[in-house]
């Protein structure tokens, strides 16, 4: 979740819940070992084989999911937690892991409306209460998001994370003096989060404060310098506070790493159109609309 906050907050995750196997069930066993093992494809065969006879087991629909997940076959696993949901439509852990699946799919209503149904039987979960915000975020539905992140925050005060959230959802909400505050709490506990300083960054810019946003992104490039997000709004802040050059350089580093970077492209762009080179500016904002390869000038 992007301007004038960039990065999507960050969503803490409780991990996905297996549930304990059946001993009088030699597959399932064998299948929880392999799990056990991290040998996640072998465990899935053992899993459809254990559930072509026994159809109605929802742990063990549930068990192959989180197997799919760690495949990274998200629509596979997906369609298992579904399963097992309608096994045990009020199962606390299988709507959380439904949920989380969504939430990795960016499918954010149904993450929602899973958390949700898992929140009215255990209302006091911090992160049940903090995944609700980050999805109404992502549903641009931020005031609503303030709530749950402060429900969150009243039972874990001090999780830097969801402080975070809590100042990403506000600096949608443009209410910056707030944001500005939570981001200074959260990076009092998370000094190297990555996506809290870019957020805090992108806040204080928004409010006109390049100087203090500047340092910030150049901290989170320092902990992250794949990061093409992060390398384009520290160069478009670089911009605004007048230095041309390195925002260049920033810009040039970056197509060097992601060559068909279009935002890139056109942010270069802009910064020869500022220093006067139209050619040059013409031959960026061509590669950026897709009129011109790499190899034409």
């Not at 899935?44 to 999911?65: D, F, H, M, S, V």
């Not at 969801?162 to 707030?178: D, K, M, S, T, V």
């Not at 060559?259 to 031959?283: F, K, N, S």
Request: with cysteine; aromatic share 10%.
């Amino acid at each position: 979740m992007s301007s004038p906050v960039q990065n999507p907050p960050c969503n803490r995750s409780r991990g996905t819940v297996t549930f304990a196997h059946h001993i009088d069930q030699p597959l399932d066993e064998q299948a929880w070992r392999l799990m056990e093992q991290g040998r996640y494809g072998e465990a899935a065969l053992l899993y459809k084989e254990i559930l072509r006879t026994r159809k109605r087991i929802p742990g063990w629909w549930n068990n192959l999911g989180y197997c799919y997940l760690r495949l990274g076959e998200l629509e596979a696993a997906l369609d298992c937690y579904r399963t097992a949901l309608k096994l045990a439509p009020r199962n606390i852990d299988i709507l959380i892991n439904t949920g989380g699946c969504y939430q990795r799919l960016e499918q954010w209503a149904e993450a929602y409306r899973c958390f949700y149904r898992a929140w009215k039987y255990q209302p006091r979960d911090v992160d049940l209460l903090n995944n609700l915000g980050v999805c109404l975020v992502q549903l641009e539905r931020p005031e609503e998001a303030l709530d749950y992140y402060r429900q969150a925050l009243a039972l874990a005060p001090a999780e830097g994370e969801i402080i975070g959230n809590l100042a990403a959802a506000l600096a949608r909400c443009r209410r910056w003096p707030e944001a500005v505050s939570c981001f200074e709490k959260a990076l009092r506990l998370l000094p190297e989060d990555v996506s809290i300083i870019n957020n805090a960054a992108a806040c204080l810019e928004a409010l006109g404060k390049c100087y203090l946003a500047a340092p910030l992104y150049a901290r989170a490039l320092a902990l992250k310098p794949g990061e093409p997000q992060i390398r384009q709004n520290y160069a478009a802040c670089l911009m605004k506070l007048g230095d041309l050059a390195t925002a260049r350089k920033i810009v040039e580093g970056l197509l060097r790493l992601y060559p068909e970077h279009r935002p890139a492209w056109q942010l270069l762009g802009t910064i020869y159109e500022a220093t006067g080179d139209t050619g040059a500016a013409a031959g960026c904002y061509n590669r950026a609309w897709g009129l011109t390869s790499g190899g034409e000038n």
